[in-house]
DNA sequence: TGCTAAGCGAGACGGTACGTCGCGTCTTCGG
DNA sequence: CCGAAGACGCGACGTACCGTCTCGCTTAGCA
């Protein structure tokens, strides 16, 4: 047996896979420019430089080509490994506020796949899958870090808790409109989100925001 | 006494005011079957028996229909008067929950406007004042109830905790796609909204329904 | 019984169908500048300033449209009825030349539709009973005419000695591409038409081209 | 001996002159199916087992390879040297009859590209020198034959009679889409042809065919 | 009672995005 | 270098929906 997988050896000129990025980026462009529901796959395309046809032969659906612009990143892949532990669970929010590029960008296109998840099932579980589950997975292994130090109450139910943040910034941009400033985060993170988990009240005398 | 307003005394055949409300609940049912994206106003109008003429008439756009829809409902007009005052913060949740018809219709529907708030100031502030200001505006009087009782922290920021319930109720229905069910609301109101307003752990001893 | 027709009484706006008359013009424009291939619906309903809708409602293919707009012509109606009667075959070809606007547009356009006729039957008959047979028949009507003056020969077939003009005008335009002038015209009249109905010899010491 | 052009000696693989008659008779059979319009060029490739590239590097454009296609075939290299000299001009045009094998496809292929050649003088001439002209030199050849003989009126015009029989061949399959049946190449040839050359008129007295 | 203006159902209107398909070129691989 | 396969840029196609406009009718309220 030669190779592992039983792909029948493509035949025919290989996708230029570098267009792919280039349709992407462009299609981010077009997002953060016209929003998502006046972004036109043609526009895409043409900014790409493509025909429309090179970016359906690669997303059957305006929705799927944008999944993939909005989740392929850079803080699309930010871990644990990277937010340094601080020895505290508000010290490692606020390394972790330093470290995201306010990804406004994200939950803004993900507003106008909203209304299609209910009647897409492929689409809700991509969305979930690229967008919502790793910024909850980060949350929720902080929260376990926390865990280990002791820092945490007893029957905190991790995996509500985790939900928090994404919940109150996905409603500040998407339902109340608001922009994701960064006194917002800080009382998210050390008003809501700590005193949630650990049961200490908002350390209030200490001045807001570090940025 | 004449007319209090200038209005010129319309002439000509008044606008049927029953055809409203059964254009409203055709909005209503499409939107549940087919989802806001692809609801019609054709299909609106036709399903009330009604014309596009007609129902452009009363909204000039289909997301001021949609908005008219789902916020003339029974539970749309819930007030803090609805609620009788348990003597705690946890018990007059309680109460809530079971006044509530389970609203979930509303937020789907609001799921297909969100895409067009941050390009629609207007449409954005309807939704802001008939959909999502109530309910907030409920929840802070609850806690302002609850705040005479004494039962809250001190220093807590009433208008950021009033958006929690919400906020998360718009997650789990808009992003993470899981029904509204009542396990759900009550770790919510009981392990999340009640800790943070009163400082208390959860009373875990109780049994929270299934889990 | 009112009606002699069973029309249902048509419902809603009707149709404007001033409209007819200004696309098919456009489409004549746009296939007089570019020729039939390159002539696009997109570019006639925009020409027309209407909608693809429009055209499309009226005509479900950029054949039949083009059928009609280059069968709805003044020269069209071409009957023999103002063909004055000279006296003489010869003379009534010249009265033709004089009053015929040198239909060459019509023919150009054909010439698009002809590599659709054998796959599209009704496309065929279209094109055979709007454009062909009119001119044929004209032609026929002369003959007729000449008939009754007795210039005719005894067994002529009327039915494809009138083909004659059609077919050579035809594949001069159509497949030698040279113009329609009027050298060419008399040349036909008189040095293949005539002759062949009459049996007499082209009457070659008269000079070419009245006009 | 070297060869006698300068062709610098080519180098690699020759190409493989068996796949041009491959792929034209696979253009042949897809026209023949589909229609000019509607054949593709991948169709063709595709039915000849070849890749599209093979096919463009024969011919740059469909038009080209059709008209390979079409001229490519045994009675287009018809030439008078095959016509036997009868000893009269109605007795050869008898000859030629049975010696053309039909060549419907010919002209039905030509429909195609008659939509083109205003638009592409190339094309037109390619068209004209390898269908049109053969065809009408052919017939003109015959009708040098008869004037040699004697047969011909004086002053008849050879270049514009030699036009004729094509014309109405390619009037009746291209325009009015009857088929080549032997009646009308009689008729054409005996009732029209031979009487406008020679000035006499059809020999009514022999049977013509059905009518 | 009849007039009149606006309401009504129906659907045509100008636009515009969609997703598909064909053309003619280009790029990769194996032979 | 050829040949098969197929991706590429381009652009027309025909469909669907939006929000507006217009048709002929119905229906209230005023005269």
Known sequence: MTTQTMEPRRLGRPRDTSRD??????ARDEIAE???ERTTMAAVAARA??????????WTTKAEMVIDAISCTADAALTIDRIPDTGSLVGDLRALRELKHHDEGVWLALAGLVSELPHAPELASA????LVRPRVRLVRALLERASL???????VDLDLLATVPSAMIAYRLLVSGEP???DFLVQLSEEV??????GRPARVAEPLGVL
Chains 1, 2, 3, 4 share one sequence.
Not at 21 to 26: D, F, K, P, Y
Not at 149 to 155: A, K, M, N, V
């Open 127 to 130: 969305v979930h899958e690229r």
């Open 21 to 26: 990025a280039e349709i992407l980026q462009a």
């Open 180 to 182: 994701l400033d960064s």
């Open 49 to 58: 430089g493509a025909g429309k046809a090179t970016v359906y032969r690669r």
């Open 193 to 198: 989100f700590v005193p949630l988990a650990t």
């Open 149 to 155: 130090r002791g820092e945490l109450l007893r029957d």
């Open 34 to 36: 016209r929003g998502y």
